[in-house]
């Protein structure tokens, strides 16, 4: 027997701003809200137990006491690592630098809320 990942919580001061960064980043929509302000986003078509991970966006007013203990890696499906890096920018993202030598295969960014989250080289098909 054996998990797979279904889904990923992530606190926002701002759910709705973040999910739709997140929409924009991975091709997601939104597929459903719950009562406290929790919005769940997903691949079109297929939503919660696809092959991919659904994220819900749940909204706090709690400080992040420091840095995530977990990041999300996203990898370019239809483009190379420039391109793509340029449109996570246009969306939003930041650049953050975490100590990289420049030498590394992985840019690092933040999404609008400083989650730090990188971009992979290698270009993957997409599902």
């Not at 279904?6 to 980043?25: G, H």
């Not at 909204?59 to 996203?74: F, G, Q, Y």
Request: hydrophobic fraction near 40%.
């Amino acid at each position: 027997m054996a998990c797979r990942i279904s889904e990923l919580v992530i606190d926002a001061a701002d759910a709705e701003r973040l999910a739709a960064f997140w929409c924009e980043v991975l091709g997601y929509v939104e597929l459903g809200r719950e009562d406290d302000g929790s919005i769940e986003i997903g691949p079109p078509g297929v939503g919660f137990g696809g092959p991919q991970p659904t994220l819900v966006i749940s909204p706090t007013t709690d400080p992040r006491p420091a840095k995530l203990r977990l990041h999300i890696d996203v990898s370019p499906t239809d483009t190379d690592q420039e391109a793509e890096w340029e449109r996570l920018l246009a969306l939003g993202a930041r650049p953050v630098d975490i100590g990289q030598t420049g030498d590394e295969s992985w840019r690092v960014l933040s999404d609008p809320e400083g989650n730090e989250f990188c971009l992979l080289r290698k270009r993957i098909p997409a599902l």
